[in-house]
T-cell receptor, first 113, second 119 residues
Framework: RKEVEQDPGPFNVPEGATVAFNCTYSNSASQSFFWYRQDCRKEPKLLMSVYSSGNEDGRFTAQLNRASQYISLLIRDSKLSDSATYLCVVNWPPSGNTGKLIFGQGTTLQVKP | GAVVSQHPSRVICKSGTSVKIECRSLDFQATTMFWYRQFPKQSLMLMATSNEGSKATYEQGVEKDKFLINHASLTLSTLTVTSAHPEDSSFYIC???????????????FGPGTRLLVL
C-alpha cells in the first residue's frame, strides 16, 4: 500500500462547480496533514493545513478522519485559476526534529469555462 | 511568507559532468533543508534531509556518493549531482523548514526548482 494515496484524475469540471478530492494515508501515527497546490512545471505551494476539527479557507474546506486515515479537500465555486495539481501531504512521524513530509502523487484539476 | 531560492533554475549538461544546485533561505534561518526529485507526471520524492552542520540523511535507494549534500550554514544547502547521466534528468526541488514552534516545524517552504537535463 502506498504511504499516501490519491486518485490522479484528471477531474474536468465547469466553472462554478464544486469538486472534492480524497486521500488516504497508511501510517496511523502521522500527526500533521496538508494540501499543497502545484502548477505545471512549478514548485508546490502550501494551500492549507488540515486540522482534526476540519477547517475552511474561503472556498476551500479540508477534513480529516483519523479513524479511517482519510483526508479530503472540497473546492466550491471553482475558478479557472484553480486548475492545478493538488497534492495530499502527510508528515512522517517525527523523531525529534527529523520529521519529513510524504507526498501523494497528486490529483489534477482542470476547470473549464 | 518565507522565501527560498534555488540556482540555477535550469541546466543542460553532458553525461559524466557534475552539477551543483544551490538552495538558499532568503529571509529566515533553516536548520533543516530537504531535497526532492520529481519525474514527469509523478509526485515529489524525498531524496535526503539536510541538517546544518551535520551529515545528510538519505532516503532508501538514493546514493549518497552520487548526490552530495552540503549544508554549511543556516541559509544555504547545496546538492551536487556527480557524474550525471541521462537518467538523472529531473526536476530537483529543495525546501526549508522554519525553526520555531511545533506547527512551524512542520511547514516547509519550497524553492522554485531546478530542471536538469543530461544529454
Amino acid at each position: 500500500r502506498k504511504e499516501v494515496e490519491q486518485d490522479p484524475g484528471p477531474f474536468n469540471v465547469p466553472e462554478g462547480a464544486t469538486v472534492a478530492f480524497n486521500c488516504t494515508y497508511s501510517n496511523s501515527a502521522s500527526q500533521s496533514f496538508f494540501w499543497y497546490r502545484q502548477d505545471c512545471r512549478k514548485e508546490p505551494k502550501l494551500l492549507m493545513s488540515v486540522y482534526s476539527s476540519g477547517n475552511e479557507d474561503g472556498r476551500f474546506t479540508a477534513q480529516l478522519n483519523r479513524a479511517s486515515q482519510y483526508i479530503s479537500l472540497l473546492i466550491r465555486d471553482s475558478k479557472l485559476s484553480d486548475s492545478a495539481t493538488y497534492l495530499c501531504v502527510v508528515n512522517w512521524p517525527p523523531s525529534g526534529n527529523t520529521g519529513k513530509l510524504i507526498f501523494g502523487q497528486g490529483t489534477t484539476l482542470q476547470v473549464k469555462p | 511568507g518565507a522565501v527560498v531560492s534555488q540556482h540555477p533554475s535550469r541546466v543542460i549538461c553532458k553525461s559524466g559532468t557534475s552539477v551543483k544546485i544551490e538552495c538558499r533561505s532568503l529571509d529566515f534561518q533553516a536548520t533543516t533543508m530537504f531535497w526532492y526529485r520529481q519525474f514527469p507526471k509523478q509526485s515529489l520524492m524525498l531524496m535526503a534531509t539536510s541538517n546544518e552542520g551535520s551529515k545528510a540523511t538519505y532516503e532508501q535507494g538514493v546514493e549518497k556518493d552520487k548526490f552530495l549534500i552540503n549544508h554549511a550554514s543556516l541559509t544555504l544547502s547545496t546538492l551536487t549531482v556527480t557524474s550525471a547521466h541521462p537518467e538523472d534528468s529531473s526536476f530537483y526541488i529543495c525546501s526549508a523548514r522554519l525553526a520555531g514552534g511545533y506547527r512551524d516545524q512542520e511547514t516547509q517552504y519550497f524553492g522554485p526548482g531546478t530542471r536538469l537535463l543530461v544529454l
